[in-house]
């Protein structure tokens, strides 16, 4: 079982819908999350970053941390083509030198 | 905003050749990730460097080797290349005393034939 999972998809939606991207981890020691979306051909860009439960808000972007279930969301609110991408949560460790572990990413598609 | 810079965006090299790969990391991040990435496959770890020093190791062949220099600058050298090496190749920095977020370049896109 990998550290991180990450449902793959792909997701399909109509523009204006909300989208809800999910991680699930499963060592307790994990701390820091993020976020990334990542277009073809191009490198992960960092969406969202948060080190405590609950919600943080950025834009059209909310990104919710549970550690309690070690579970954690990204949301999109109004969903434009441009943001059919893959989506990857990443997770890492406080202190000393930074592992990250990537979920698998999801491929999201916003039709117009 | 300065972003990570990596060199060249693609490269194409025959089997048993060898590359480099280069990252210039955001100013003032002292911590550089290597990635590499397949087709459709989440971002791979190789090798972290922080403060020149090499930090923890991934999935990294040992034809492959990296290093930090002193302006933090980093380079990947692969050698006796394998049709299998062709990917995405992602440098990312970050800043360690602060636990802050890694920052990914663009990529080197390496294809061995």
Redesign the interface.
Known sequence: QKEVEQDPGPLSVPEGAIVSLNCTYSNSAFQ?F?W?RQYS??????LM?T?SSGNKEDGRFTAQVDKSSKYISLFIRDSQPSDSATY?C?IFN??G????T????TKLQVIP | AAG?I?SPRHLIKEKRETATLKCYPIPRHD?V?WYQQGPG???Q?LI?F?EKMQ??KGSIPDRFSAQQFSDYHSELNMSSLELGDSA?Y?CAS?S?GV?S???????T?LTVT
């Not at chain 1, 051909?41 to 960092?46: C, D, F, Q, S």
């Not at chain 2, 977020?101 to 990529?107: M, R, S, T, V, Y």
């Open positions: 820091y993020m990334y051909r191009k490198g992960p860009e960092l970053y080190y990857l990443a406080s202190g030198y930074q592992k990250v990537f979920g698998t990413g | 990570v990596q911590t990730y496959q989440d971002p770890f972290s922080y930090s923890d995405l992602f970050s360690q636990n977020p890694l920052h990914f370049g663009n990529g896109r």
